[in-house]
């Protein structure tokens, strides 16, 4: 290990000898790679690798930091503990857990299985879900346990009313549950560790004297329970050493406090701080628009970052008319930076949804640019599109018995485990297939499953026979809705079951588009296209991929050049985080998290017109954007896409917007309504197309980038006339030429 890889600050912290020990810097400042080689160097003073623990944020920084590790040391890191939160609060249980009464062989339960366990608890407490969902009990009792409480500690600060007295008998209920299964769910991880070391001082005592020097990497995102457990296998070493960036604190949402690193110094009054200052990451260029997007921010320390390496190119941006046409403007970039020899590898596209990633996939797979999602699956293999498709599959195939296995009890319809395990006897019996024996059934089975059966399969005929009925995307989303699929997740204010519900609306989106597109979609066509999407997808070792993930998954990483797509008021930042400011401020840190994730190339996209979990908006650019001084972005700035391109063509065959795609009636806020009552379009696109009439006419030229009311963006091809004969010829991608009186058509002109 040799430290002149390090600065001077660095190298204190490295070498810093007893005692807490705070390094609080910016983005790109070397913060973990000092934590790494700190780890590296207790070891060459002798530290055994059992007595160190290393905690991150990620399996993924876990494994890297290891190996980094491993370099430096020339393999010793073997022993070393290194991990996530969770896999080290597993470790520790594993070992100890009978103390607190559960076998050691606990099981862990997920998200869904912990759906199940409060189903059955509502019907044995007798609940409607329409007064309490299932989602909503589940988000208050992990609330609860993220704040390390209990049933009682929670129904102590409740309104202690009847609707408390429900809850808590609930929350009681499912902790007997789990605990009967011998199960531990994720935030049981956490609480359960730390239960276990406060109950137990000779397990405490244990790990204190193991772990002589503990260290955290992404402070910054520690909830309170892993800040109690970091505190206390540290208390008698009192060796902790903790590193972050205040402005990278994005977890608020999941509970992170991010006064834990704000206040360390009131935590431990010994400690000694240390300021990172130089950026070794970013050049000069990418470092100015992060810093002066973050300075918008209140609630924080003031850093300042400087970078020896030059200004570098300046930041490229496009204002593209809809989705696609951000993504094939992606595409053509990546192009370009591959012919400049950047690694695919090197290259990485952020969003702030999952369900942003359809689009990009599909244009890249287009484009046969090798690409992966990251932290997240791909949009085909997610499960609730699984389930979605596994209907579809059953419609086309009844005898498809994989995927009718799949969806028969979900969502759940009380059908068990039990009961299909029947239906599949008697399949084999009769050499038939599941669904044959769904319609004869056996007489041993009884009257309620019989039913729940019974059911099942009507409402599968319904479905057959309205299949033949409607237009695929109507028929689409009539299923959705009737399988009580998308009302699984749309009730609910947890921000993952809504993504999953986004990535359904988002299915469905899917669906429309390619019905517009091909003149006579057919179910089956459309499965064949999906399992090709998906065949083409498998280049699982292509050694060349470029990266897409969200915006939180791409912390701690870095990429010579870096897309952030969706550059939106309303996506980043988010709608929902508009209401607080300080959620506004945690959308502000996620974007400085972007764009610090970039070495020598950041781009930034937006689009004017978007449609997202089958919703349609017309967007004002994100407020972030304008934070950023223009003489950092590329004077293609505001340039149109034809300009962008040169020769390139947007593809003909594209959809358009909302009105084309069906009313719902899942009822989620702007779905279905007339696009002026949509919530995010531009209020001043609202006022000129309605009042267009008042107004002198405006004068359009050949040339000129258009929206229209129903149509969409487009793009000015001919115009004649003045005044109030004056007429203008529009082409749009998905409807071809359309001329318009200019007077009364509700037509703007943009930028
Ligand atoms: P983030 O806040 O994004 O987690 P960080 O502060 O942890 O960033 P690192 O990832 O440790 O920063 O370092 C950023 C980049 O700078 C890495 O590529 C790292 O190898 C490099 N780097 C860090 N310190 C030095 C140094 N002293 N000399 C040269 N390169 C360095
Ligand atoms: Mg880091």
Redesign the pocket.
């Known amino acids: 290990m040799n430290l002149n890889?390090?600065?001077d600050r660095?190298a204190e912290a490295v070498l810093h000898q007893q005692g807490p020990l705070l390094i609080v810097?910016g983005?790109?400042?070397?913060?973990?790679?000092a934590l790494t080689y700190r780890i590296a160097y207790l070891m060459q003073q002798g530290v055994k690798p059992w007595n160190i623990l290393a905690l991150t944020f990620t399996n993924k920084a876990a494994k890297e930091m290891l190996r980094r590790v491993d370099d430096l040391t020339g393999g010793h890191a073997e022993d070393l503990w290194i991990g996530t939160f969770h896999s080290v609060c597993v470790r520790i249980l594993r070992r100890d857990i009978e103390k607190l009464g559960y076998q050691r062989s606990f099981a862990i339960y997920d998200d869904d299985d912990q759906q199940r366990v409060l189903r059955d608890l509502f019907k044995q407490h007798d609940i409607d879900e329409k007064q309490l969902s299932l989602r909503e009990m589940k988000r208050i009792i992990g609330d609860a346990k993220t704040r390390l409480m209990d049933a009682d500690d929670w129904f102590s600060q409740s309104r202690k009313d009847h609707h408390a007295q429900v809850i808590h008998d609930l929350f009681t209920g499912y902790e007997e549950k789990l605990r009967k299964a011998n199960a531990l769910d994720f935030d049981d991880l956490l609480n359960k560790a730390l239960q276990l070391l406060m109950d137990h001082p000779p397990v405490l005592e244990h790990y204190q004297q193991r772990f002589r020097h503990v260290l955290v990497d992404e402070y910054q995102d520690t909830n309170l329970a892993q800040y109690t457990l970091v505190k206390l296998l540290s208390g008698q070493s009192r060796n902790l050493c903790v590193v972050g960036?205040d402005d990278?604190s994005i977890y608020g949402w999941r509970g992170a406090d991010i006064r834990n690193i704000l206040e360390f110094n009131k935590d431990f009054p010994e400690a000694k701080v240390i300021k990172l200052e130089q950026n070794?990451?970013s050049t000069q260029t990418i470092l100015d628009a992060a810093n002066a997007i973050i300075r918008n921010n209140d609630q924080r320390m003031e850093k300042a970052l400087w970078t020896e390496s030059g200004k570098g190119e300046k930041i490229r941006f496009c204002a593209a008319g809809d989705e696609r046409e951000e993504a094939a403007w992606i595409c053509e970039h990546v192009r370009r930076l591959r012919a400049r020899k950047v690694p695919m590898s090197e290259i990485a596209v952020l969003y702030r949804m999952h369900a942003q990633s359809r689009v990009l996939e599909e244009m890249f797979m287009r484009a046969g640019i090798p690409y992966r999602v990251y932290g997240g699956t791909r949009f085909y293999d997610r499960k609730e599109i699984k389930d979605a498709l596994a209907y579809l599959r059953v419609l086309v195939n009844p005898d498809d018995d994989v995927a009718l296995r799949r969806i028969i009890n979900v969502p759940k319809r009380s059908i068990g485990d039990a009961t299909v395990e029947m239906l599949e006897e008697q399949a084999r019996e009769n050499s038939s297939t599941l669904y044959a024996a769904l319609r004869s059934l056996p007489d041993r089975l009884g009257s309620r499953p019989r039913k729940c059966v019974e059911g099942f399969v009507e409402m599968m005929d319904m479905l057959s026979r309205r299949l033949g009925e409607l237009p695929l995307g109507e028929f689409v989303k009539m299923l959705l809705d009737e399988t009580g699929l998308i009302r699984e997740y749309a009730e609910s204010n947890d921000e993952e079951m809504l993504s999953k519900r986004d990535n359904l609306l988002e299915f469905l989106g899917a669906v429309n588009e390619y019905e517009q597109k091909s003149g006579d979609a057919t179910l089956q066509s459309y499965l064949e296209n999906v399992a090709l999407v998906t065949d083409l997808d498998m280049q699982e070792d292509a050694p060349q991929y470029v990266t897409l993930m969200t915006l939180h998954s791409a912390k701690?990483m870095?990429y010579r050049a870096v897309f952030i797509a969706g550059m939106e008021d309303g996506l980043l930042p988010s709608a929902r985080s508009k209401l607080e400011e300080d959620r506004l401020e945690e959308e502000r840190r996620l974007c400085y998290v972007g764009v610090?994730r970039a070495k020598e190339f950041l781009y930034l996209t937006r689009t004017r017109h978007r449609a997202i979990f089958n919703q349609a908006s017309y967007n004002q650019p994100s407020p972030f954007l304008s934070e950023i001084p223009k003489e950092l972005i590329s004077d293609e700035w505001g340039k149109t896409m034809q300009e962008h391109f040169g020769e390139y063509k947007p593809p003909r065959e594209r959809t358009r917007p909302a009105q084309r795609l069906p009313k719902t009636s899942f009822g989620i806020p702007g779905m279905g309504q007339d696009i002026l009552d949509i919530p995010g379009v531009s209020k001043g696109f609202v006022r000129s197309a309605a009042s267009a009439v008042e107004q002198p006419a405006q004068i359009f030229r050949e040339g000129d980038r258009v929206l229209h009311k129903k149509f969409g963006s487009g793009q000015v091809v001919g115009a004649s006339g003045s005044g109030a004969e004056a007429r203008v010829t529009v082409h749009f991608t998905a409807y071809g030429d359309k001329e318009f009186s200019v007077a009364i058509a509700p037509i703007v002109k943009v930028e």
């Not at 983005?27 to 790679?33: F, I, M, N, P």
């Open positions: 890889d390090l600065n660095q810097a983005a790109g400042s070397g913060k973990t790679r960036d990278q070794y990451r701690g870095e610090t």
